[in-house]
């Protein structure tokens, strides 16, 4: 059984550019969510997507946008980079089966020089 | 919204010892859950726990929900163990996010 995969590992992107995560939830999950860290801090919520919408979203501005496709999978895209952005992006799954455990991929480390 | 503070913010131990971490919550919540993680930032699930006690080899947890409170054991420490515990609530309003702690930083010196 296949855990939350995420895609890329690591990304060095410039900033004002734009960047897309991906990530697949874990088999029979239906919600994702994902999730910010910064260097020394705890994981911030970003936003969550179930049936393919936007439930819930956290205090990030709108160039953080998501989607979430009919297989459950999502992407998460930063548009116009800034070096604050710099971070551990984390996605995050639940559903059916798990309760209400949440599970987490392995993240993807973004650098903006 | 929710606050959650974790302490102690760091603990450096002797293998073998005995450590206790702490949770508290500033209400009530659905969901509580406790991670570690690794030194590649993976989080990996150790415990979900919203009341009552749960252990799982070395490690046990407890949560006091009426008091607003959870604690994470580790037993017999060993050096794997070091890295950034996490914990992670679910408030009932505004559901289906977790808010975390700052983490305690465990560090197992041989």
């Known amino acids: 059984d296949a855990g939350v995969t995420q895609s890329p590992t690591h990304l060095i992107k410039t900033r004002g550019q734009q960047v897309t995560l991906r990530c697949s939830p874990k088999?029979?999950?239906?919600?994702v969510s994902w999730y910010q860290q910064a260097l020394g801090q705890g994981p911030q919520f970003i936003f969550q997507?179930?049936?393919?919408?936007?439930?819930q979203r956290g205090n990030f501005p709108d160039r953080f946008s998501g989607h979430q496709f009919p297989n459950y999978s999502s992407e998460l895209n930063v548009n116009a980079l800034l070096l604050g952005d710099s971070a551990l992006y984390l996605c995050?799954?639940?559903?059916?089966?798990?309760?209400?455990?949440?599970?987490f991929g392995e993240g993807s480390w973004l650098t903006v020089v | 919204g929710i606050q959650v503070e974790q302490s102690p913010p760091d603990l450096i131990l002797q293998e073998g010892a005995n450590s206790t971490l702490r949770c508290n919550f500033s209400?009530?919540?659905?969901?509580l859950q406790w991670f570690h993680q690794n030194p590649w930032g993976q989080l990996i699930n150790l415990f979900y726990?919203?009341?009552g006690t749960k252990q799982n080899g070395r490690l046990s947890a407890t949560t006091v929900a009426t008091e607003r409170y959870s604690l994470l054991y580790i037993s017999s420490s060993q050096t794997t163990d070091s890295g950034v515990y996490f914990c992670?609530?679910?408030?009932?309003?505004?559901?289906?996010?977790?808010?975390f702690g700052q983490g305690t930083r465990l560090t197992i010196n041989p």
């Open positions: 995050a799954s639940r559903g059916v089966g798990s309760g209400n455990t949440i599970y």
């Open positions: 088999s029979g999950h239906d919600t």
């Open positions: 997507y179930y049936e393919e919408e936007e439930r």
């Open positions: 209400d009530s919540v659905n969901n």
């Open positions: 726990i919203p009341s």
């Open positions: 992670a609530v679910e408030p009932i309003q505004g559901a289906q996010k977790l808010v």
